[in-house]
Structure formats: structure tokens, C-alpha cells
């Protein structure tokens, strides 16, 4: 364990030496794997962040079984996975997954209802055998699992200043999926999987070997817009409820959105010739969003 560990595991007052290394674990994975969503929540009180990074770690460690198991084995595997840890979340058993553990403390300081993780884990277990989604509203019924209530626990810890903030905050998740699912269209494309309805590629002839093709077609480059304009419009509902959240909460996701956000403007950039390789916010421009928001955030810590 690293002194930052230390120091934000000391600031939010948590002593336990196998919940330390619980939540150290849960650090690191969020560090290696979401660099947006770790960079954003560097911007949170010291004593906020291990319970974002518990969040992310169990998230993580679903994530890794579905798309990265092995094919004959990762449905059971998921399943026995998934069986533990709602038992464990539950009380019913001691939590032996550091990522479990993790997140079962966390629940527990913020009071986050189990139906949240039964949802989030009904849609990665779709994952493992739904390769496609046939109209916007299915879609959004898988994203409601797999990131809606991801947004309505990271707001628990945020601090709402009213019930506003909730439906908004579930908005933002959407927004952020749907955000990566246009940035991976050819990574989903590679697992078997296309997050785009199917009523929009028919709506513009597009075909799933319109997706693999190389360089991106004029067809596929409308859909894209489409899709980019309607992840726009959800991200004006969400973003509205920044101001709902504690004041020092709000930084964090007001540097998340802004980066997130940027991904479109990455997509436009490259004309929408995505399909052939993976476009991001430029390091400069992370930067540039990020050390004014992290100013901005120590000043509220100390007047908070």
C-alpha cells in the first residue's frame, strides 16, 4: 500500500487492515483501467474517493470475467461469481473478494440498496449471451443495470442537495455509456456485440458489415451523428443536476462530463472514420480541463 492509499484510506476513516488492502486493490484497478472516471474523482475530498474506487473495482472485476473469461467457461464462471457476491453483499457470508468487500463497506456507509447490484449484474449477465438490442428503449432497459444505477450510487456518495439530482445523475451514466459505445464500436464489434439499436441502423442502411468495414461509410458516418446527437441531448438533461450535488462533488463530475463529453468532439474530429481505430481526448486537452478543476476543488475542501 502507497502513501495514497494511506492517506485517503486515513481521511476517510477507514482502520480495518484487510478493508485497507480491500479498497488499495479497488485504487489500482481504477487507476489501470478507467483513466477518465479515476482522473475525474481525484477531484473529490481525499475522504470520498475510496468508496468511488470500490464502486468502479466491483464493476471492474464483472467486466473482466464477461468480456475477457474464457468462452466455454465464463458464463459459469460468472454466474458462481456473481452468486458469491450478492450472498456476501447481503450479510448472508463473509466477503472473501477483496473487490467485494470493498464495496460491501460501501454500501453499508451510504446505504446503497442491494437491487442496485442485482440490476447491474442482470446486465452484464446479458452480456454473456444478448449480441444486440432491437429498439433505443431496449437498449436503455440494459443500460438502467449496467450504468444508470451506477450513477445513482456515485450519487449517495456526492451528496445530493435534493431528489432532483437522481434522475439526472441516472441520465448522466446513460450518457457516459452511450458515449463509449459510439467511441467502441469496433472493440463491441470484435466481442460479437453492437450497442446501437437496430431500428437505427435500419433507419440508415447500415448492416453489421457496414461496421466492420474500413475506411467508415457515409451511411455509417450518418447513423453516427445521429447517435451523437442524441447522446447530446442526454447530457443537457444531466448535466443540469451538477448544481444538485454538495459543492465539493461537483469538480468531480463536472471534469467527467467535460471529458466525456469530449469523446464526441474526438468522434467529429476524425471526420467519424472511427471503425478503423479508437479515438480519445488528447493528453494536453485532459490536462487542460483538469488542473483548473483540481484548484477550484482544493479551495472547496478547505471551506468545506
Known amino acids: 500500500m502507497n502513501a495514497a492509499d494511506r492517506r485517503i484510506l486515513d481521511a476517510a476513516g477507514i482502520t480495518d487492515p484487510r478493508l485497507r488492502a480491500a479498497y488499495a ?125 451506477i450513477g445513482l450510487q456515485m450519487t449517495a456518495v456526492l451528496e445530493p442537495l435534493c431528489d432532483e439530482a437522481l434522475p439526472r445523475a441516472r441520465a448522466l451514466g446513460e450518457a457516459f455509456q452511450l458515449t463509449n459505445f459510439i467511441r467502441d464500436i469496433a472493440e463491441d464489434l470484435e466481442r460479437g456485440r453492437v450497442y446501437l439499436p437496430a431500428e437505427d441502423l435500419e433507419r440508415f442502411g447500415v448492416t453489421r458489415a457496414d461496421l466492420a468495414r474500413t475506411p467508415t461509410g457515409g451511411r455509417v458516418r450518418e447513423l453516427l451523428r445521429f447517435q451523437i446527437d442524441r447522446n447530446r441531448q442526454l447530457y443537457a438533461y444531466a448535466v443540469g443536476g451538477i448544481r444538485m450535488l454538495h459543492p465539493t462533488s461537483r469538480p468531480c463530475i463536472e471534469t467527467a462530463y467535460r471529458l466525456y463529453s469530449g469523446i464526441l468532439e474526438a468522434v467529429e474530429e476524425a471526420d467519424h472514420d472511427i471503425l478503423g481505430r479508437r479515438v480519445s481526448v488528447a493528453p494536453v486537452t485532459r490536462l487542460r480541463v483538469a488542473l483548473p478543476a483540481y484548484a477550484r476543488a482544493r479551495a472547496l475542501w478547505r471551506t468545506a
Open 25 to 149: 486493490r479497488c485504487r489500482r484497478l481504477h487507476a489501470r483501467h478507467g483513466r477518465t472516471y479515476y482522473l475525474a474523482s481525484q477531484l473529490l475530498p481525499p475522504w470520498k474517493r475510496p468508496y468511488v474506487h470500490a464502486l468502479y473495482g466491483f464493476a471492474r472485476r464483472a467486466d473482466e470475467i464477461v468480456d475477457n473469461g474464457h468462452p466455454a467457461t465464463r458464463a459459469e464462471e460468472f454466474r458462481a461469481w456473481s452468486d458469491r457476491a450478492l450472498t456476501q453483499l447481503a450479510g448472508a457470508a463473509p466477503a472473501e473478494d477483496p473487490v467485494t468487500l470493498a464495496l460491501r463497506h460501501t454500501m453499508d456507509r451510504w446505504e446503497l440498496p442491494l437491487g442496485q447490484v442485482e440490476a447491474f449484474l442482470g446486465s452484464m449477465a446479458a452480456d454473456l449471451t444478448v449480441t444486440d438490442y432491437p429498439t433505443y428503449e431496449d437498449l436503455r432497459r440494459y443500460m438502467y443495470g449496467s450504468a444508470a444505477v
